[in-house]
């Protein structure tokens, strides 16, 4: 196998080399915790569309500001998609860290929040689709 890489003493890479993959499980268990993400949390990224640039901007930052209210903090975005524009349609995504012990709860207050900004006319054209875990 070969690793091309720019720190070579990286942890990461030394586990690799050295077969050593139950210190490589720990410190990204250890990682995945201290920030609160899988299996420590439950992730949901939304990805919003419409062809309009304007627009769409102003929707994501609209629904982020609703959902980031009983978040806490844990939401990402809105960001541009990798690839920001599909078939003449631009995209956008908002990450959330759901609490995995109250992810039930949260995930009804969430529908609540997104059927309130859909309720807006402005943001009626707006594609939203979820993917719960999103690879």
Known sequence: MLVQAINTKHPVIEWVKNHDYVSMYRYELENRKQFNYPPFSRLLRLTLKHRDFDKLQHAAGKLAQL???????????????????I????HMEIMLKLPRESAATVKKWMKHQITLWQSDQAHRSIQLQLDADPQ
């Open 67 to 85: 959902l980031s209210v009983g978040l806490n903090g844990n939401i990402l975005g809105p960001a541009f998609s990798v690839i920001p524009r």
């Open 87 to 90: 078939r003449n349609q631009y």
